[in-house]
C-alpha cells in the first residue's frame, strides 16, 4: 500500500536557522512527490514538486528538496527560516500516470523561535 | 478569481442533517479532486473527475456520501444524515493536465453538533 510518513509531528526552530523536514515513502511506482505547506485556516500552497530529471528541486520561499530514490526519501530543506515560515508543511506522493489520487503524510508543524 | 473556490467556509450543522459543499475548480483545469483533512491529519482522498469520464469514487467512506461535476465546471460534494465523525475540513483541488500539480482551495470547515 502506498503511504508517506512524516516523523517529526512538530519542530521548533529559531529564526535564521537551517531547516530539514522529513519525508518517506513507500510506492509501488514511480512516484510523483510534493511538498505543501498549510498556514492556519488556509488551503495548501504547492511549494515544489518533484516529477522526473534532477534529483534536487527548488520551489518557491527558498525551499528546495532531494529526491533519494535509495532511501525512499524527498526531504525539504531550507539554509535560513523567516518568521513567516512558520506552518504545516505536508509531503505527499502520487502516481506519474493516471489520477494523481494523492498520499500525504500527517504533517509536520513549524514553529519559529524569534 | 484565479483560483479555486469553495462555499461556504464554515458550515455547522446538526447530526442526521444533509449537506452540500460547492467547489468552483480554476478555469480550464479539467481534473477536480476532493479530500478530507481531520482534525490535526493529513488529507484523505475521496473522490476524482477528469473531464467527461465515470469519476474515481474509491474513497468516498460511505455510501452517504456522494459528489456531482457537470462537465469541467463546478463540483457539489453531498453528506447525507451527517455524523459527528463527518466534521473535518473538506478540500477541493483542480488540476489543468497530466504532469501538473494540484490547486487547493481554502476548504469548507464542516462542524457536525
Known amino acids: 500500500a502506498q503511504s508517506v510518513t512524516q516523523p517529526d509531528i512538530h519542530i521548533t526552530v529559531s529564526e535564521g536557522a537551517s531547516l530539514e523536514l522529513r519525508c518517506n515513502y513507500s510506492?509501488?511506482?514511480?512516484?510523483?512527490l510534493f511538498w505543501y505547506v498549510q498556514s492556519p485556516g488556509q488551503g495548501l500552497q504547492l511549494l515544489l514538486k518533484?516529477?522526473?530529471?534532477?534529483?534536487l528541486v527548488q520551489g518557491i520561499k527558498g525551499f528546495e528538496a532531494e529526491f533519494k530514490r535509495s532511501q525512499s526519501s524527498f526531504n525539504l530543506r531550507k539554509p535560513s527560516v523567516h518568521w513567516s515560515d512558520a506552518a504545516e508543511y505536508f509531503c505527499?506522493?502520487?502516481?506519474?500516470?493516471?489520477?494523481?489520487?494523492?498520499?500525504f503524510g500527517q504533517g509536520t508543524r513549524l514553529t519559529i523561535n524569534p | 478569481g484565479a483560483g479555486v473556490s469553495q462555499s461556504p467556509s464554515n458550515k455547522v450543522t446538526e447530526k442526521g442533517k444533509d449537506v452540500e459543499l460547492r467547489c468552483d475548480p480554476i478555469?480550464?483545469?479539467?481534473?477536480l479532486y476532493w479530500y478530507r483533512q481531520r482534525l490535526g491529519q493529513g488529507l484523505e482522498f475521496l473522490i476524482y473527475?477528469?473531464?467527461?469520464?465515470?469519476?474515481?469514487k474509491s474513497g468516498l467512506p460511505s455510501d452517504r456520501f456522494s459528489a456531482e461535476r457537470t462537465g469541467e465546471s463546478v463540483s457539489t460534494l453531498t453528506i447525507q444524515r451527517t455524523q459527528q465523525e463527518d466534521s473535518a475540513v473538506y478540500l477541493c483541488?483542480?488540476?489543468?493536465?497530466?504532469?501538473?500539480?494540484?490547486?487547493f482551495g481554502d476548504g469548507t470547515r464542516l462542524s457536525i453538533l
Open positions: 510506492y509501488g511506482a514511480t512516484p510523483y
Open positions: 483541488a483542480s488540476r489543468i493536465g497530466p504532469n501538473q500539480p494540484q490547486h
Open positions: 518533484y516529477f522526473s530529471g534532477d534529483t
Open positions: 473527475f477528469q473531464g467527461n469520464s465515470a469519476p474515481d
Open positions: 505527499a506522493v502520487g502516481r506519474s500516470q493516471g489520477a494523481q489520487k494523492l498520499v
Open positions: 478555469s480550464g483545469h479539467t481534473a
